[in-house]
């Protein structure tokens, strides 16, 4: 019986660097593509830094909204059930 280190298939890490390729490019082209959508010749900045903020906030709450949903998606990984307990509210 062979001993394996990696419990995901060849294909499965195929998948998964395609994945992070994809995204990777995508952190380029996007932003690349809106600057060039909002700038004009005799334009000022203004515009610019309007749009890459308005993209930055909504790339921070994008994220946070996956971040908290990704305990979710990590039980089906670990064939566990993951029990977080209610928090109390302060001072109660």
Known sequence: MRLRLNP??????QMV??????????TIYVPTFLLLLVTREGDGWAKPFAAMGLYSLAGFFWARWLF???QEASV????????????RKPFE
């Open 68 to 70: 908290l949903r990704a």
């Open 76 to 87: 089906g990984l670990l064939h566990d059930v993951i029990v977080i307990r209610q928090r």
């Open 8 to 13: 995901y298939s060849s294909r499965t890490q």
């Open 17 to 26: 660097s395609t994945a992070l390729i994809a995204a990777f490019l995508f």
